[in-house]
């Protein structure tokens, strides 16, 4: 099993709604990660977990709270978004960072 | 901090043909990983091809090859018989304790 899986592929929520997007793999990975990507933009890091620990946070807003409940689970809490955090959230898993990433397909978030 | 750069924004290719993607990247490190990942309309991240700085062979996937020239930090990917399927976004990306993405080459493979 190749696949990292993320759960939903859209979700609509308005700014005072509480969301979580999930995220899992299962091909025994240490290393997590979540990325933001804007429209015609590159991926940028968000937070990275490290045998389940938080070992990176890009200096990411507390309304987007990150966990990780097992090494096979990766969740975004999202809470009081705003709009502009509308984008694409991707989830990816590797080895650790010099190894390759696999990625999953994406939440498609709209904040309104 | 280490930079990466996409000079080309947009190129397109005739299918059959061969076309070069240019990345360059700016790094003060010795060791670490070069990757071409591509993402298609469906969204999702592919890596195409990975070159680990301390070997000084080109990486070749199948029809996918790279020209790694460390000392002017050039990372150049090559696709060869291009093919319809291979119209997408390419991120050249720099990784060492974490993944740094250029900002894309939008490919369009024409028939």
């Known amino acids: 099993d190749t696949e990292v899986t993320q759960t939903p592929k859209h979700l609509v929520m308005g700014m005072t709604n509480k969301k979580s997007l999930k995220c899992e793999q299962h091909m025994g990975h240490r290393a997590m990660y979540w990325y933001k990507q804007k429209a015609k933009k590159p991926p940028e890091l968000m937070f990275v977990y490290s045998y389940e620990k938080l070992s990176i946070n890009e200096s990411v807003p507390s309304r987007f709270s990150p966990e990780c409940p097992n090494s096979s689970l990766l969740n975004l809490h999202l809470h009081a978004l705003q709009p502009e955090d509308s984008a694409l959230y991707l989830c990816?898993?590797?080895?650790?960072?010099?190894?390759?990433?696999?990625f999953g397909q994406g939440t498609r978030l709209t904040v309104v | 901090a280490q930079t990466v750069t996409q000079s080309q924004p947009e190129m397109s290719v005739q299918e059959a043909e061969t076309v070069t993607l240019s990345c360059t990247y700016d790094?003060?490190?010795?060791?670490?990983?070069l990757f071409w990942y591509k993402q298609p309309p469906s969204r999702q991240m592919i890596l195409v091809i990975r070159?680990?700085?301390?070997?000084?062979q080109n990486a070749t996937e199948n029809r996918f090859s790279v020209n790694f020239q460390k000392a002017a930090k050039s990372f150049s990917l090559k696709i060869s018989d291009s093919q319809l399927g291979d119209t997408a976004m390419y991120f050249c990306a720099f990784g060492l304790d974490k993944l740094i993405f250029g900002t894309g080459t939008r490919l369009q493979v024409f028939p």
């Open positions: 790094t003060s490190e010795n060791n670490y990983y």
């Open positions: 070159q680990e700085a301390y070997k000084q």
């Open positions: 990816a898993s590797s080895q650790g960072p010099r190894q390759r990433a696999f």
